[in-house]
């Protein structure tokens, strides 16, 4: 291809580009990276907060009395790269990292082509932490942390393991996976499956689109109700052998089934209700999908 016939194909490209109007190129280059380190000394059980505007947070552990964060900085230009704002602060036993959306909204090459610009947070925290990670768009991932863990991205997956404590998870779009976790779970996501394995104390799920697959193992221990809902999607929920709760399910559109024992409420009980009695009864485990079928396992 000639370099004259190669120019007038571009220039094709950008100008239908321009006259659809709602078409907008996005260049994602690799080309300008700035990495930087933050590292910040503190006693036990330390606050970190991370946030970024646009960009994945990986949080791992070490035996160390001290935050490292690494912030990767990406974007088009040198320019735009430089535009991305970091700020790092400690206050007392609390660290503070926030990466804030350039100043002056989005920044253009030209006829429909926008800058993209993001910055990646990979943070080494003790293992006993409290740990805020808050993304506008991208993935979380996060490991072997004891203490209150916040995790919030507008658009992403959110993957955790080895987690103790309080747990909150709220992804606008994506799944959400937690393998051996242990404490009190609190998630919510928009759109996309959750699946969480662990020793389980109060439980509140809750996707718009997606199935949930929730494994509560031996130990677990209700410290209050249970509450499990999708708007879309079946749910499975292992419990062990000897577990005692009050048993509601019910489905708009499939089938209830159990292989634990379940001494049955008065009531109408049909293929798509199932309440009663698990065990000796206690707290209510409460289960809802507008449309999928709900099974009890044991796990």
């Given at each position: 291809m000639s370099c004259r016939r190669g120019l007038a194909i571009v220039i094709l490209v950008l100008s239908a580009a321009a006259a659809s109007g709602a078409c907008v190129v996005n260049v994602d280059s690799q080309g300008h990276v700035a990495r930087e380190e933050k590292r910040f000394e503190v006693s036990e059980n330390p606050d970190v907060h991370l946030v970024t505007f646009d960009g994945s947070i990986d949080v791992h552990t070490w035996d160390r009395s001290e935050v490292l964060v690494e912030v990767e900085r990406r974007g088009h230009t040198r320019e735009a790269v430089e535009s991305i704002q970091v700020t790092a602060d400690r206050t007392g036993n609390r660290v503070q990292i926030e990466v804030r959306r350039p100043a002056g909204g989005e920044a253009f090459l030209g006829i429909g082509m926008r800058v993209s610009r993001s910055a990646r947070i990979v943070a080494t925290v003790p293992r006993k932490a409290n740990v805020l990670a808050r993304t506008g768009d991208g993935a979380i991932t996060i490991d072997r942390v004891e203490g209150r863990i916040e995790l919030r991205t507008g658009d992403g997956n959110v993957k955790a393991a080895d987690l103790q404590g309080d747990i909150t998870v709220d992804t606008g779009d994506g799944s959400v996976t937690l393998q051996d976790v242990a404490g009190t779970l609190d998630v919510t996501t928009g759109d996309g499956g959750v699946s969480a394995?662990?020793?389980?104390?109060?439980?509140?799920?809750?996707?718009?689109?997606?199935?949930?697959?929730?494994?509560?193992?031996?130990?677990?221990?209700?410290?209050?109700?249970?509450?499990?809902?999708?708007?879309?999607?079946?749910?499975?929920?292992?419990?062990?052998?000897?577990?005692?709760?009050?048993?509601?399910?019910?489905?708009?559109?499939?089938?209830?089934?159990?292989d634990h024992d379940v001494t049955m409420s008065a009531g109408k009980i049909d293929r798509g209700t199932l309440r009663g009695r698990l065990g000796a009864g206690g707290r209510e485990i409460k289960i809802r999908t507008n449309d999928g079928s709900i099974h009890l396992r044991v796990s």
């Open positions: 394995s662990g020793r389980l104390g109060a439980v509140r799920v809750r996707t718009g689109d997606g199935s949930v697959t929730l494994r509560a193992e031996p130990g677990s221990a209700m410290t209050d109700d249970w509450v499990v809902s999708t708007g879309d999607g079946g749910v499975v929920v292992y419990l062990p052998g000897e577990f005692s709760a009050d048993l509601d399910a019910h489905t708009g559109d499939g089938r209830v089934t159990s």
